[in-house]
């Protein structure tokens, strides 16, 4: 309590160090300030057309080729999708992958990335990559007492035995350039939904303010980069917790700045595991002229629903964090055969139980995953049981498949509803 108290505080005085009409002293104090266009004079960098309406964005254009929409990112967090290798990846057809360049920055550092030629040479990768900026895991180092948040950006370590680092706005994007990333994310102050309104506005505040500064240093380093290639794309992610006054006014300051794309930040679940309202509101928020981003949204139903809601792009540890602990998602019969959202149609299969034990059929008929392809679920359950490291890569590589599929039918069935062919 004492924390968040001091972090009200500090709200208003931050808020106030960015405000740009002095006659609105009284109401910016409470209020996040949307930055005016005069305040940010750089123009954007859009990687995309501007279609009519959100599924005519067919693909987004990255340095590393297009990428078709929509599409799911893996998370590759500290550069590698845990128990696969690019080839693996490359053939389950995952399309791009999203790294964390906070943890990355940690290890093997950054500067050790770009002397290998970055990202991709690193780990072998020839398509397109976003970077995480790391806001949403400083917000989680701070609640364990490993970080504090300051109008200047996040104080953090990952334990206590390591010295105490700085992410700014500024040392944000110079490290994602490093990286070599696609495409770049803005720092942004993440928060938990039940957190004080004082500290929701100071999120917003941080945001937007944030958000000039990476953008300002996006442009430097644009220009220091001249002649060495087609420059990434740069997002910026709206927060505003559960407040939809809050969502608006960071959507409207982040509109005002332009960016190529944008993001939902926050909490995108509630505790049943459902999509908040938030994620639809800012949805309609953003311009269908703009690719839009679901941040860590990723059990099968909610991307469904995102893309739906005419979100591009989604990543989550989920179906790579399930496969290792056994649990595979399936098709379930029939699904195929009608629209998706709001529709039961998968169902998991937990490795650990002993039906399986004697079951020669593959994780699901039709797949054509390597786990599918040549093993059965009895001998998967038998790997599990053994703690034959096989298990996890064949596990994951067949989440990853599926995923695929999924993105797969929903792209068919987004072009489907805009020529209105879809199945009724």
Not at 116 to 143: C, E, Y
Not at 250 to 274: K, M, N, Q, S, T
Not at 403 to 415: C, F, G, P, T
């Amino acid at each position: 309590m004492e924390r968040v108290t001091i972090l009200a505080k500090t709200a208003r005085s931050e808020t106030a160090r960015i405000q740009i009409n002095d006659s609105q002293d009284a109401w910016n104090l409470v209020h996040p300030v949307i930055p005016s266009k005069k305040y940010v004079t750089m123009t954007t960098n859009r990687g995309t057309q501007e279609p009519d309406s959100p599924r005519d964005m067919k693909s987004l254009a990255t340095p590393h080729g297009p990428l078709a929409l929509p599409a799911f990112l893996p998370d590759a967090t500290q550069g590698v999708v845990r128990c696969v290798d690019s080839g693996d990846l490359e053939a389950c057809g995952v399309a791009a992958l999203m790294v964390n360049a906070l943890h990355l920055s940690s290890r093997p550092g950054v500067s050790a990335i770009a002397s290998m030629g970055g990202m991709h040479r690193f780990m072998r990768w020839s398509r397109p990559i976003a970077s995480d900026s790391g806001g949403f895991q400083a917000l989680s180092l701070a609640a364990g007492k490993l970080g504090s948040v300051s109008n200047e950006g996040f104080t953090y370590r990952f334990d206590k035995a390591q010295k105490k680092r700085t992410l700014t706005p500024e040392t944000c994007i110079r490290k994602q350039f490093q990286l070599g990333a696609d495409i770049l994310f803005c720092l942004d102050h993440c928060t938990h939904p039940d957190a004080p309104d004082a500290l929701q506005r100071e999120s917003v505040a941080h945001t937007i303010e944030w958000a000039v500064r990476c953008k300002q240093e996006f442009q430097r380093q644009r220009e220091r980069r001249q002649g060495e290639g087609t420059p990434p794309l740069l997002f910026a992610v709206v927060q505003g917790g559960a407040n939809a006054e809050l969502r608006h006014r960071c959507a409207d300051g982040l509109l005002d700045i332009g960016f190529d794309g944008y993001g939902f930040g926050g909490w995108p679940v509630d505790a049943e595991g459902r999509l908040v309202d938030m994620v639809q509101r800012v949805a309609e928020l953003i311009p269908a002229s703009f690719p839009k981003h679901a941040l860590g949204i990723g059990k099968p139903e909610n991307l469904a629903r995102a893309v739906a809601m005419g979100y591009d792009l989604c990543d989550c540890v989920i179906p790579t964090r399930d496969a290792r602990h056994k649990r595979l998602y399936a098709f379930t019969p029939g699904a195929h055969d009608r629209p998706l959202a709001d529709r039961d149609f998968y169902h998991c299969l937990y490795m650990q139980d002993d039906k399986y034990a004697r079951d020669a059929r593959p994780i699901e008929e039709g797949c054509d995953c390597a786990c599918c392809r040549d093993y059965s679920r009895a001998y998967l359950h038998h790997l599990f049981q053994i703690g034959d490291a096989s298990a996890l890569r064949l596990a994951t590589l067949h989440n990853l498949r599926f995923y695929a599929r999924l993105i797969e039918r929903l792209r068919i069935e987004r072009d489907g509803a805009e020529s209105g062919d879809l199945l009724q």
